[in-house]
């Protein structure tokens, strides 16, 4: 039986400004009732969902956060080869986002994505790509084996286009950093009790619960409800549209339920010491 009672999955945003329609929190409770949205009076934004992990979601909760929590490292030794202040650790790559963002809004990371020295390593808008950005950018060990199950990553270095995820990646680790000592984050911290915060690719969960690859999103309740049905959850109520930052978190809490319980993916063959401190792994990805 799993430690965990509650189940939750975040849809997150690098969007600019006080609120992020990008963002979407679902819950459910171990058994088989439906995921439900959160949804606060005037929407979400990144600090009301910081304030949401630390102070208001229900205890023994696994919380999926669909973000990346870290950088490229393995594949060069180091996150900013060249940098003299390139971090040795992911807590330290959180601690140096933090400081140099300190000044930016709402949980921003606009400072550090024009740094002179991190710019180097990032594509920005303006088919602006630092002189250390290769190719489609850097991957992760865990992205590289996100490939190898047939997904699409993008790389975390990668700041432009629709399907980026840079930009939620950098402010989500405002978020992890000031997470520290208040929740465990897997695989940074060991924990055998209380709650955790994971990270998830949300094409993983929707994959789980019957969706083709290249198709994960879901519009519509019907399909939602699908996909609800085939990860043993009771459905929702209602019919028509949906928008897919809703459906990602409640498919994706619905999955948590099932695949808390599965040691293989707490334990994939590939995932280091040295990435445990580093880079970080996405939960699901064998």
Known sequence: MSRFRHFAAIDWSGAVGARQRG?????????????TLIVPEGGWSRTRALDWLRKEMPADTLVGLDLGPSLPFVDRGAFFPG????????????????????????????????HPEAAHHFRRHGNRKGKYFEGRGRLRVTEEAQRLQGLNPYSNLNLVGAAQVGKSSLTG???????????????????????????????????????????????????????????GSATVAGDGVIDDH???????????????????LWQPPALTAQLARTEGWTFGVT
């Open 23 to 35: 963002i979407a929190v679902a819950l459910c409770s171990a058994g088989a009732h439906a995921p």
């Open 83 to 114: 940098w003299s202040e390139t971090p040795p650790d992911a807590r330290a790559l959180w601690a140096l986002i933090e400081r140099i963002c300190a000044h930016d809004p709402h949980l921003a990371a606009s400072s550090f994505v024009d």
């Open 173 to 231: 680790m405002r978020v992890l950093h000031r997470l520290s000592g208040t929740l465990p984050i897997w695989p940074f911290d060991e924990s055998r009790a209380g709650s955790l915060v994971v990270e998830i690719y949300t094409s993983v969960a929707a994959l789980a619960a019957g969706r083709r690859k290249g198709r994960t999103k879901i519009k519509s309740i019907a399909e939602l409800n699908t996909a609800l049905a085939t990860l």
């Open 246 to 264: 809703s459906s990602d978190a409640i498919v994706s809490a619905a999955w948590l339920r099932v695949a808390a319980d599965r040691p293989e």
